[in-house]
């Protein structure tokens, strides 16, 4: 399956954006989701994951309360609702994909989106 994000941009501090990453190849609802996201001179960061199976969500600490994740099967489609956004969460932004499910490492997902920029000014 290929994966492309989009969405990113530059937002003010408590704005909110809305990230999409649309799958092209498969049916994307056989594959459990995250999005990760990496700040310069950080590592990778699991930010929202949603399972394959019965579309249960789970978040990184940082984002709780403040992201939402939620699918559309029809159209192929995962997203990432940003909301209440603050300068710590300026990163590239990555959707990735798993046929085995998902869990909030990196390594548990084997088909990556090219990422896209998301910048909070303060």
């Known amino acids: 399956v290929q994966l492309q994000a989009s969405g990113g941009g530059v937002v003010q501090a408590g704005g909110s954006l809305r990230l999409s990453c649309i799958a092209f190849?498969?049916?994307?609802?056989?594959?459990?989701v995250g999005w990760f996201r990496q700040a310069p001179g950080k590592g990778r960061e699991f930010v929202a994951g949603?399972?394959?199976?019965?579309?249960?969500?789970f978040y990184g600490d940082s984002v709780k309360g403040r992201f939402i994740i939620f699918r559309d099967n029809a159209k192929n489609m995962v997203y990432l609702q940003m909301n209440s956004l603050k300068p710590e969460d300026t990163a590239v932004y990555y959707c990735?994909?798993?046929?085995?499910?998902?869990?909030?490492?990196?390594?548990?997902?084997?088909?990556w989106g090219q990422g896209t920029q998301v910048t909070v000014s303060s």
């Open positions: 990735a994909a798993d046929a085995e499910g998902n869990g909030d490492m990196w390594t548990d997902y084997d088909f």
């Open positions: 190849g498969r049916t994307f609802g056989s594959y459990g």
């Open positions: 949603i399972n394959r199976n019965d579309g249960s969500t």
